[in-house]
């Protein structure tokens, strides 16, 4: 009661992988009826559910939920879109649900589509380094 008191215990917040985020990694929520405005920098992986009215960047997964709209351009690793997006994308990995809504420019390394999805813009595709080697012919063991 009267003696020192005890310092409190650092806690160590686990590092995520660079894997797909599912919904169990998401370490942020903007909820369903919730509208923000504003630049927003988000460093862990994030589900939007509501509106956002700015641009939207992210280091981890960011997923935009059925209800989720976004009214600026999307900068992250890995988007996945169930919702709209109004403004341009940029990602590694760009994955595009049925149901979802894009229009704006893509800047992508990868673009998966489902049947029932919109977008409209350009995209454009980047080129990654590759770890593949040509094979020659004669090389193959021929």
Do not use: H, W
């Amino acid at each position: 009661m009267f003696g020192p008191k005890e310092k409190p215990r650092e806690v160590e917040t686990p590092v995520m992988n660079s894997k797909p985020a599912s919904s169990k990694d998401m370490k942020t929520l903007i909820g369903e009826g919730c509208k923000v405005e504003g630049n927003f920098f988000i460093p862990t992986p994030t589900r939007i559910d509501g509106t956002i009215k700015g641009d939207l960047t992210g280091d981890s997964g960011i997923v935009i939920g059925t209800q989720g709209r976004i009214e600026g351009n999307v900068c992250s690793p890995e988007v996945v879109v169930y919702g709209t997006i109004a403004g341009n994308v940029e990602s590694k990995r760009l994955e595009l649900k049925r149901g979802s809504n894009v229009n704006g420019d893509l800047t992508v390394n990868n673009l998966i589509t489902e049947q029932g999805c919109t977008f409209n813009g350009k995209c454009n595709m980047k080129v990654e380094e590759s770890n593949v080697t040509e094979l020659k012919v004669g090389e193959a063991g021929e």
